[in-house]
């Protein structure tokens, strides 16, 4: 087998029970549209396809620390022969594509901005949506609290805490994505799923005040 279905066939077995969002299918679907990407903005497809495809590997929250997550993914890498300069280019992604709060680094390679752009799309739209209550309730958060304000400016460690309601989430995560897409392709769809949730949420306050 190809790297790129041996990888398909490692990361399934990984990530099949994993509960906060970041099960397969959200690899599936960002690895889906990180292909849809390349091809419109001309970058690299393997470098694409295989950084979306590990690019929850290596996370914090899987593994004891991101370094010990990253030693993981390029043992793997090594495995299936991928050479050494586009093993580089791949962890390089993976490292670097994470929110953060919005304190990642910048990116230069045209490959992270498709593999970042499609992550980040699967955060907002109805799937967005859905992952964000799927996450909150994995956390033991509230869907909504009106006396609780989403917070402004937090810092790398308070957004890490993870700890605010789902309805928070949006005006703290999810609504900074669409002006952070980096390609054209990216934010064309970014602002319709952006859009969706907002009409979402209108619907939403106004269930929650009975209004209708
Ligand atoms: P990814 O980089 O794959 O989007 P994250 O770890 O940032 O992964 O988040 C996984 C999913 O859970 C995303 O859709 C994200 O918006 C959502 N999420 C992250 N933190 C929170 C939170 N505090 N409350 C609700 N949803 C969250
Ligand atoms: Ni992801």
Partial sequence: MDPINLTKEFVKKELE??????DWWHIE????????LSEEEGANPFICTMAALLHDLADEKLNESEEAGLKRV??????????SNQCKEILSIIQSISYKGGHGPELTSLEAKVVQDAD???AIGAIGIARCFTYA??????????GEEPREGMTKEEYSKRDGTA?????EKLFNLKDLMNT????????????????YLDQFYLEWEGEK
């Fill in 17 to 22: 029970n994993e509960g906060t969002g970041h």
């Fill in 29 to 36: 679907r960002v690895t889906k549209m990180a292909e849809r």
């Fill in 74 to 83: 390029n043992q793997w890498l090594d495995q299936v022969d991928v050479d």
């Fill in 120 to 122: 980040r799309l699967d």
């Fill in 137 to 146: 309730g994995s956390k033991g958060n509230l869907i909504h609290h009106p």
């Fill in 167 to 171: 309805i928070n989430h949006f005006y």
């Fill in 184 to 199: 054209k392709t990216g934010y064309q769809m970014a602002e319709q799923r952006h859009l969706f949730m907002l009409n």
